[in-house]
């Protein structure tokens, strides 16, 4: 590492709190420090280069400094950088959400904005218990949420999201809501089945509690931050028809699965239903700038919309349908117009899974899936070995499977970063054959630096 990287390395870690990090770790394990980016690349302040294998934690969709993206918010900068739309608007928030309702045939007509995903979440909860009070009946106010979901981490977020190392030390701070068995395919013999069973289950639940509930919130198709849990379209079809049968809203968080990840621009499209609420960020301003919504339709909408401004939605927050981000969600929806980005993206698909079977076929691999432009597997604990000698001289004493993968990965170019012993890749749509050769052989080669190190 040169002493410039190096500098703003320490610098970062003397001034700079970073997300879901133990700090002290750092202590031996600088953070990267990135210069610049140009297309599936990052490259640090040494000139190395790493392939950003997980979209820089799922945003970006076309690549790091695309052209188009960058021409767009240039020229947003000449015009209008930012203006409250509480009392206003401007041409890109009503143009963007023009587009998005028509993505839904129109049957989700009514945009809401916020600047992150949890806010969105937090957004859509809001607005489906506050429904419920203006409708007459403020007695459904609680939510469900499924096992091995995660939807944020801001108190209403958290209430509705099953990762323990995120809820312990909030536990009292957050509210009691009903969970719900996953769908996950990985826990019956067949994919149909985990679905029905889930299913059955959730209809036991709101046939005893429906009358207090408000709304059940779901990832549609993958259950990303838990370790990438796949499920049944299916799934999603048996718990619309529930929602309607016990007057219950849904909410498809498509935050992590929705703008073409999972094959489809909205992955519940591919179950044939709409929900009441569907909340976008990540990728929906391709990687750029912060941004999400909530979308829902008219009788959601009307249930607000009264003379009394106690039953308006009485939420804001101060960069709401910011210009420049609503330009760059607006240039991905040309980019996914123009280049047929989900008919290549089926392709794409086809080719990483091909590329990666040589990974798939390691006698550690389990559970090979995949769904759209979302590749991942399980790793079997009983294959990785105690930590050895030269990992904890390279920073690593104590680390996890999933830590020691991400240094591998970096030693050989990628940057990737496993959940537990969930190994995934989660690449932007522009990968050219050679990137995509790179990230699948350096894939199984940092695996094999893992588990075979005297090797």
Known sequence: MTPAAQSLSQRSLRSVWHPCTQMKQHERLPPLAIARGQGVWLYDADGKRYLDGISSWWVNLFGHANPRINAALVDQLGTLEHAMISGSTHAPVVELSERLSALTGGVLGHAFYASDGASAVEIALKMSAHYWRNSGRPDKHQFVYLAQSYHGETMGALSVTDVDIFRHAYQPLVRQTHIAPS??????????LAAHQAAQAMEALLQQHGSTIAAVIVEPLVQCATGMAMHDPDYLRQLRALCDRYQVHLIADEIAVGCGRTGSFFACEQAGIWPDFITLSKGISGGYLPLSLVLTHDSIYQAFYDDDVRTAFLHSHSYTGNPLACRAALACLDIFESENVLARNQL????????????????AVRQVRRQGMIWACDIDPAAIPEQSADDARNGMAGGTFSQRYHLAARQRGLLLRPIGNTLYLMPPYVLNPDELQHLADGALGSLLDVLEPAA
């Open 348 to 363: 794409l698909g086809e080719q990483m899974a091909q590329a990666l079977q040589p990974l798939a076929q390691h006698p």
């Open 183 to 192: 769908p996950d395919a990985r826990l019956a013999a067949t994919p149909q």
